[in-house]
């Protein structure tokens, strides 16, 4: 939902706007709450299951299988931590967000950011803000850069903040043009 957000900011201010950074991010709300069989099943056991199963699928939600290797209870303590809540308990809010979500589409208007420089950046298994939602923003934005990432999932801001922390300026000097499959993210034309 931040990058929808942070997407209607940037059309609302553009002349104030000098870069963006879109991660894990889609346009369209829709592409976002489309409910497969496996995000349908693992829905449910957030909602019904026991305290354990309810983290363990929110977990399954938001990391890739890779990632879901490790500590389960670190990995859960650190989420929790971050989101500011045990992620075995979904916030009340969390319903009407998806709606207002489901309902909110900028993908008409991305083309109106064209000029301001634009990283949209993707974790190659997420479920949620799936890589060809992001692909699809990078490439209604023109000159914006994608770079999605091997191995991770909707948590990557937080599991791979590490690639992040140098905060450069400009979106093209995040990371060199190409990375080695395993040392980080990789890069698509978008």
């Known amino acids: ?3 929808l957000i942070a ?3 940037a059309l609302g201010a553009r002349k104030r706007v000098r870069s963006l950074t879109l991660m894990c991010s889609f346009a369209r709300g829709s592409d976002a709450t489309k409910l ?12 019904m299951g026991s ?34 809540h045990d992620v075995a308990d979904i916030p009340a809010i969390t ?15 991305l083309k109106e950011l064209a000029g ?10 997420d479920v949620i803000a799936k890589p060809e939602a992001g692909r699809e923003i990078a490439a209604r934005i023109s000159g914006a850069r994608y770079i999605e990432f091997a191995g991770t999932a909707h948590a990557l801001p ?24 395993g040392s980080g993210p990789h890069t698509r034309d978008a």
């Open 51 to 84: 305290k354990a199963m309810r983290r363990h699928a929110f977990m399954e939600l938001v990391l890739s299988d890779e990632e879901l290797k490790a500590d389960e209870q670190l990995t859960a303590d650190r989420l929790s931590r971050v989101l500011g």
């Open 7 to 9: 997407l209607e900011l």
């Open 116 to 125: 301001i420089p634009t990283l949209v950046i993707s974790g190659e298994k």
């Open 158 to 181: 937080i599991f791979h903040a590490d690639h992040f922390q140098n905060n450069q300026p400009a979106p093209g000097r995040f990371f060199p043009a190409r990375m080695e499959p």
């Open 95 to 109: 319903q009407k967000q998806v709606a207002a979500m489901k309902k909110h589409d900028v993908t008409p208007r």
């Open 36 to 47: 497969g069989a496996k995000i349908l099943w693992i829905l449910l056991r957030i909602r």
């Open 1 to 3: 939902m931040g990058g």
